[in-house]
């Protein structure tokens, strides 16, 4: 496969107002770095082609009937809600019609760590954080993506738990989903509370929403970043965190990002994907570019890699 620039939401300035063959043109070039055979290509294109006018699209995108059907039961076919389902009508309008139509190729989707698939690697932190930050001063932790704040948050929480002092840095291609982690609010979620450790970290903010504690967000800052063209902090970091977002890309695009984040661990660090990383037939390529780098299983039950010293 030939290496090629990715398209580049930080640079993506499209010339005046946008159109249906604009939208549509950026949603191809975002498609050529993800699975061939991806639905959520396949259904996006599908609303385009249903849709009479820009705003006939963006109105199919943000239905909100559609979207509560699919927070409830998200395993049917989109019919364009996939992105607006995973925020909250606030951050929707933060953001422009070409977040709202990447937001449904790259979901949101996020969860706090103790409510979803990485529960097990979030307690496994205390350990992972022993061996990747044993000095004296805070463990410097990379959260990329970052999608709304539910993973760095986690990251933060655990941290504290396990009597860690902190320092995050939270990136995401979209700028909207940076902005809102930013804020500390969290877009809701049934699981948000679910752990005992929630109630010593969040708050109920006066409109009923949920926030975490000045103690978390003073520790996290966020700006925007893309993992395929390596526009990324420099760190190095004691943990580089990349979970959820792998698994959607194909190919020489796979492999790019997979050097990109492993270079920011700093050697003696670790690396945190996600199971389908470590165990997908489809991320073999991304476990081989890992090997190739000589980045290794920490725990064969878990998804931290060690960098070598
Ligand atoms: C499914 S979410 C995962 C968020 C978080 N890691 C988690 O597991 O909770 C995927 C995120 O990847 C972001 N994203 C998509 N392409 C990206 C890229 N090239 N570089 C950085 N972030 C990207 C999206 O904006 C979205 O927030």
Redesign the pocket.
Known sequence: MTERA?PDALSWSPAGPPTLEGLRAFALAVARDLDPGSRYVKELLAVLDASSSVEDYLRRLADAEHADAFRRDGSGPSRGERGFSWVDARTWADMDPFEQT??NL??????MMWGGE?APDWERLPDALAAAAPGPGPARVL?????TG??PFSLVIGALEAGREVELVG????AS?VGRAASGRLVPHQRDWSHAAAARWLRRLDDGATAVSDEVLRRCRFEQ????TGALPAGPFDLV?C???LGYFRGESLAR?VRNVAARVRPGGLLLV?PFVTEAADMALARETLAGLGLARRWSDRSYFDRPA
């Open positions: 990715a990447l937001s790259l979901t949101g989707e996020t969860r990485g959260s990329v993506p970052c999608s539910k993973e990136v995401d291609r979209q989903y970043g893309d993992v395929l965190s979970r959820n977002l990002a996600d």
